[in-house]
């Protein structure tokens, strides 16, 4: 299970709106932060409010730890980047074998919308949402890995 902590901004019914909170470095790059912390330093961050569901009755103001399966990640990154790409490809590859290269660019594109239809056809998996855990009582700094 993947962790963060978050701060509930609003409630609404069974839905909380939390906000995951980063800290500092996470101590693994000598306290400087890493390549990937400092190219987001470079393109801004910002928080991002998302709702789930308010198992904990958590009030605004409250610091709770959220979570997502492990591989949910994964599964979620293939289906939105994986996938497309894919079938982007295979269309491509088919369509240059059959038409040359104005087939392979019919197909490619053919290969992209099937990945649309793809993507609104996919049912929803509750799995891959995240969860409320349990109450965050700690006040030290939030340790997330770079």
Known sequence: MLE??????????????????????????????CSTRRLAD???????????DNLLQAREGERVIIGIPGGALWKSAFRLYGLPLLLLIAGGLAGQHLYADPGAVIAAAAGLLLSALAQKAWPGSRGWRPVMLRRDNEFSLVAKSC
């Open 42 to 52: 470079l393109f801004g961050r910002r928080e991002r409010a998302f709702p789930v």
């Open 4 to 33: 963060q902590h978050a701060i509930v901004l609003k409630t609404d019914g069974a839905l909380a709106w939390v906000e995951a909170r980063e800290s500092g470095s996470c101590g693994s790059c000598s306290g400087g932060g």
